[in-house]
Nanobody, 124 residues
């Protein structure tokens, strides 16, 4: 079983940046599409971004497009989410997830394993 652990969350002011990390153990996820999702207080889980197995294809939610960047380092078994120009509405628990597919999308049902989440809070 693949275990995912997110880190890098915290409290920031609007306009600042954070970089989230998703580290895997158990096996390499180098052939798995990976994604980031988030759940804000009182709201449903929503798609943020995903990346294909080789890092050559990415997809972003409209709400974060142009501000967030997903990337991966398969050799290091790590997925990143660079978050710039953060807004209060970005406040949420952010989850890393892995798919058994080479390519994936916004549908959480295609993701088979998940991390525990890391809290991102953007004040004001």
């Amino acid at each position: 079983q693949v275990q995912l652990v997110e880190s890098g969350g915290g409290l920031v002011q609007p306009g600042e940046s954070l970089r989230l990390f998703c580290n895997a153990s158990g096996r390499s996820f180098s052939t798995d599409a990976m994604g980031w999702f988030r759940r804000a207080p009182g709201k449903e889980r929503e798609f943020v971004a995903c990346i294909s197995w080789d890092g050559r294809n990415t997809l972003y939610a409209n709400s974060v497009k142009g501000r967030f960047t997903i990337s991966r380092d398969n050799a290091g078994n790590t997925v990143y989410l660079q978050m710039n120009s953060l807004k209060p509405e970005d406040t949420a628990v952010y989850y890393c997830a892995g798919s058994s597919l080479y390519y994936s999308d916004y549908n959480p049902a295609t993701y088979k394993y998940w991390g525990q989440g890391t809290q991102v809070t953007v004040s004001s």
